[in-house]
């Protein structure tokens, strides 16, 4: 259960990062000559709010920016917009482009409207100002899916790099397995041939030998192919199997998988 729960923690690095940022919007709140009547606590909880959807980010991207952007909206109409408050909302949406599903971003995306609007509300900015703010976070939100689609295109193209060398790994062991069983045979059996009238016991065991020699040959040769036949079943499975009978052959490299969120 302690490990379960280890796992779902943020990284450290998100986390120090959440508590740098708590401590300098603490510290430009605590400096700054205080507009509102707002009691100092609400200021500190509402910067802890947003703090921890930085903190988040990775591991929840889209609970992380519902979160920020909550908090964001409560500062703003509370106790009045932060100076650093947007900052921690634009790693928010650049982090939910670059780490949430797809699905997830696009449902996220919608959430930079309202927290943008409210922010610059109190300050009576005209339309087109807000108008171009929400355009640059749309904007950053955009530059984190770039980077997640280039990621996972080059996920992609590792893994059937991966594919590649694994089906080279098998032909070249498929070659070695063919190549030796078939020599052995035909030594086996040229030498039968040659006491097959003088020693016919000889000759007996020289043709168990080469029928055993052909078994493990059909057995190796059928045991390749089935790995084969497992990555055209399923792209990448093949490169995860143990070598066959080649031991001196060059194992395939692992096959990448790009990181998921559970957000």
Request: with cysteine; aromatic share 4%.
């Amino acid at each position: 259960m302690a490990k379960g729960w280890a796992r779902r923690l943020p990284p450290p690095g998100d986390m120090a990062a959440a508590a740098v940022l708590l401590v300098a919007m603490t510290a430009v709140r605590v400096g700054a000559e205080r507009e509102t009547d707002a009691p100092l606590a609400a200021v500190l909880a509402l910067s802890a709010v947003i703090a921890a959807g930085v903190a988040l980010r990775r591991s929840a991207p889209l609970t992380a920016y519902a979160l920020g952007s909550a908090g964001l909206v409560a500062e703003a109409l509370s106790v009045g917009p932060g100076p650093l408050t947007p900052v921690a909302n634009l790693i928010g949406v650049y982090s939910l482009g670059l780490y949430a599903t797809p699905f997830r971003a696009l449902l996220g995306a919608p959430l930079v409207l309202p927290g943008v609007l409210a922010h610059f509300a109190p300050k009576d900015d005209s339309s087109v100002t807000q108008v171009a703010v929400v355009c640059v976070w749309l904007l950053v939100w955009g530059a984190g899916r770039a980077t997640a689609r280039r990621r996972e295109e080059m996920a992609e193209l590792l893994r059937r790099e991966a594919v590649v060398a694994e089906r080279v790994r098998i032909a070249r062991e498929v070659h070695d397995v063919l190549g030796h069983s078939v020599n052995a045979m035909l030594v086996q059996a040229g030498a039968g041939r040659l006491v097959l009238d003088t020693d016919p016991a000889r000759t007996r065991e020289l043709l168990m030998s080469v029928e055993r020699t052909g078994r493990d040959a059909l057995t190796e040769l059928d045991h390749l192919l089935g790995l084969l036949r497992a990555e055209d079943a399923e792209p990448g499975a093949g490169t995860a199997a143990e070598p066959g009978a080649g031991a001196d052959a060059p194992a395939g490299p692992p096959n990448p998988a790009p990181p998921t969120s559970p957000d």
